[in-house]
Nanobody, 127 residues
Framework: QSQLVESGGGLVQPGGSLRLSCAAS????????IGWFRQAPGKEREGVSC????????HYADSVKGRFTISRDGANNIVYLQMNSLKVEDTAVYYC????????????????????WGQGTQVTVSS
């Protein structure tokens, strides 16, 4: 069974940084785009960022542009989400996901396109 495992979540003060990691196993990592999604209490799950299978294209939600950076390490089957200048409104459970999409853009980086989900990691931004 395909598996995605997130790590790196935690509690951070506003303005701080965290780096999330997503380790993939048991599927052909380099044929899937990988995305980060988040869900805050009482809200729908939303796309935060996606990176294409080759790493050539990336997409960021407007709310995180300029603050978050997605990258992938194909040799080790890991995707990272570097989160800087964190805000209270970034608080959510963050999920890693694999998407069988050809490139990363706003139309593709959506929950309906996801084939596999990780279990999620909590990010809390609070003073």
């Amino acid at each position: 069974q395909s598996q995605l495992v997130e790590s790196g979540g935690g509690l951070v003060q506003p303005g701080g940084s965290l780096r999330l990691s997503c380790a993939a196993s048991r599927f052909t990592f380099d044929t899937y785009a990988i995305g980060w999604f988040r869900q805050a209490p009482g809200k729908e799950r939303e796309g935060v960022s996606c990176i294409s299978y080759s790493g050539a294209t990336t997409h960021y939600a407007d709310s995180v542009k300029g603050r978050f950076t997605i990258s992938r390490d194909g040799a080790n089957n890991i995707v990272y989400l570097q989160m800087n200048s964190l805000k209270v409104e970034d608080t959510a459970v963050y999920y890693c996901a694999a998407l069988p999409i050809p490139w990363a853009n706003q139309a593709m980086c959506v929950p309906a396109r996801v084939s596999y989900w990780g279990q999620g990691t909590q990010v809390t931004v609070s003073s």
